[in-house]
């Protein structure tokens, strides 16, 4: 269905040269000279490659429908991850090209949305905040601000992420998933 650029807004998926982009961002400019337009960031949702794109007055655009679905995820086993269907009860596979950076916040049993455009599933979308435990981090040295108070810390998914220097090994973290920081620490 095609769609006027006054219909643009944050959150519409939208197909552009064959793939399929959601819109991050959206400002409709009315210069006192000439037509209107719509300038706009677009999120691939393939890829996750982001575009920034301008579209005048006149122009249509094709929307896309992209349905969501609930996954679990089950194992990985060599580079490929291994999720249930929560609905049919059926295993779908991803490479690690796929998933991209993704990987670093899976754990067993987590669940994800996977978005669906025409039968093919394009990406998975993270829950924002997990709560992980800290698998490996040094001792933070009383006094220690060369570093601004932080320290590596490995979390039981793999990922190494900064946090305070108070974290100790076994603490349980809230991790935001979008820019992979340290939130707070959960109390046990």
Do not use: C, W
């Not at 609905?87 to 991209?100: A, C, V, Y």
């Not at 049993?109 to 490996?136: H, M, R």
């Amino acid at each position: 269905m095609s769609i006027s650029i006054n219909d643009i807004k944050n959150g519409l998926t939208v197909i552009l040269d064959g793939a399929v982009f959601q819109v991050i961002s959206s400002q409709h400019v009315k210069p006192g000279k000439g037509s209107a337009f719509v300038r706009t960031k677009l999120r691939n949702l393939k890829n996750g490659m982001i575009i920034e794109r301008t579209f005048k007055g006149d122009e249509k655009i094709e929307e896309a429908f992209v349905e969501e679905k609930k996954l679990q995820f089950l194992y990985r086993k060599d580079n490929f991850y291994h999720f249930m269907d929560q609905e049919t009860f059926e295993e779908i596979t991803f490479s690690q090209d796929i998933l991209g950076e993704n990987i670093y916040f899976l754990k067993e049993n987590l669940e994800v949305t996977a978005l669906v455009y025409k039968g093919e599933i394009l990406n998975i979308n993270l829950p924002n905040f997990l709560e992980l435990k800290v698998i490996y981090t040094e001792d933070g040295v009383r006094g220690d601000t060369v570093k601004a108070g932080t320290k590596s810390a490995t979390l039981e998914t793999g990922v190494v992420i900064q946090v305070p220097l108070f974290i100790k090994v076994g603490d349980i973290i809230k991790v935001d998933t979008q820019t992979k920081e340290y939130i707070e620490r959960i109390n046990i």
